[in-house]
């Protein structure tokens, strides 16, 4: 996992008290990373947020 991936999944895990505040950190790791990190990202969000019902809408969008 490269630095940059890893410190996007860091901060998603930070913040995902907030909706709205992991959507904008979210998008903005997906703007940053290469296409294969942004698919490998994806993969990390679904299975993060398969159990919070609150962070589903995310990836819903």
């Known amino acids: 996992m490269s630095k940059n991936l890893d410190y996007y999944i860091q901060i998603l895990k930070k913040?995902?008290?907030?909706?709205?505040?992991?959507?904008k950190e979210l998008e903005k790791a997906l703007n940053f990373?290469?296409?294969?990190e942004q698919h490998?990202?994806?993969?990390?969000?679904?299975?993060?947020?398969?159990?919070?019902?609150?962070?589903?809408i995310v990836i819903s969008n």
């Open 33 to 36: 990373l290469t296409p294969n």
């Open 15 to 23: 913040v995902s008290f907030d909706v709205t505040l992991f959507k």
């Open 40 to 56: 490998v990202l994806r993969m990390w969000v679904n299975e993060f947020v398969s159990d919070r019902q609150d962070l589903q």
